[in-house]
């Protein structure tokens, strides 16, 4: 089956302990990129990959990092989390661009205390 | 991209056609009109997509004004699975062409009542 999976789906963490969002898609995809959501300020674009070793910035990268080691993987990762990064994070992946159909993750949601 | 205005809300009967309109005055020649939506804190999912005819697809039709200044997707038969935040998004289609990012926008949150 076709599909991004996200890991963890949940998780509850503190001030400062550096962790990693995995995302992974298995439909050998070129293009993947991160969102958040928060409450009354929609989707917003964290980072973007159009391939391996190509990687870009969205609208919302300050406290983010990102790597595209292999096709299929697109890690999200925050060195020093702070409690404004408390929100829902999408992973998503398309055949070549952001023009194509997204693919989107079950999702990620996050808390920093 | 093209700035799109939808309503804030609607509601539809089960069983009923569910009718939601997009207004996008600004389009360009070259802009395609995509509609996701977004099922309670679940991932988007793409519907339809297109650019001056109308399409059709097993989950909904989107029918483009003939000036492309506004459009409505169409959900035929909507069930209680459809009640979703419907997503209106213009964009550059192809390639690489234009930021890629999908501007979502707040939607349209579309209850459908038993």
């Keep these: 089956?076709?599909?991004?999976?996200?890991?963890?789906?949940?998780?509850?963490?503190?001030?400062?302990?550096?962790?990693?969002?995995?995302?992974?898609?298995?439909?050998?995809?070129?293009?993947?990129?991160?969102?958040?959501?928060?409450?009354?300020?929609?989707?917003?674009?964290?980072?973007?990959?159009?391939?391996?070793?190509?990687?870009?910035?969205?609208?919302?990268?300050?406290?983010?990092?990102?790597?595209?080691?292999?096709?299929?993987?697109?890690?999200?990762?925050?060195?020093?989390?702070?409690?404004?990064?408390?929100?829902?994070?999408?992973?998503?992946?398309?055949?070549?661009?952001?023009?194509?159909?997204?693919?989107?993750?079950?999702?990620?949601r996050l808390t920093v205390l | 991209d093209a700035k799109t205005t939808q309503p804030t809300s609607m509601d539809c009967a089960e069983g009923r056609a569910a009718n939601l309109p997009c207004n996008h005055s600004t389009i360009s020649g070259n802009e395609y009109v995509y509609w996701y939506r977004q099922i309670h804190s679940q991932g988007p999912q793409y519907i339809i997509h297109g650019l001056k005819n109308n399409e059709t697809n097993e989950m909904a039709s989107l029918i483009i004004t003939e000036d492309r200044k506004s459009s409505t997707l169409i959900l035929p038969h909507a069930t209680l699975r459809d009640t979703a935040v419907y997503y209106c998004i213009v964009r550059v289609a192809g390639g690489i062409q234009g930021a890629q990012k999908l501007v979502f926008g707040q939607g349209t949150r579309l209850t459908i009542n038993p």
Excluded at chain 1, 22 to 33: F, G, I, K, L, P
Excluded at chain 1, 44 to 62: A, C, F, L
């Design chain 1, 1 to 108: 089956e076709a599909q991004v999976t996200q890991n963890p789906r949940y998780l509850i963490t503190v001030t400062g302990k550096k962790l990693t969002v995995t995302c992974s898609q298995n439909m050998n995809h070129e293009y993947m990129s991160w969102y958040r959501q928060d409450p009354g300020l929609g989707l917003r674009q964290i980072y973007y990959s159009m391939n391996v070793e190509v990687t870009d910035k969205g609208d919302v990268p300050e406290g983010y990092k990102v790597s595209r080691k292999e096709k299929r993987n697109f890690p999200l990762i925050l060195e020093s989390p702070s409690p404004n990064q408390t929100s829902l994070y999408f992973c998503a992946s398309s055949m070549t661009g952001v023009a194509d159909t997204q693919y989107f993750g079950p999702g990620t």
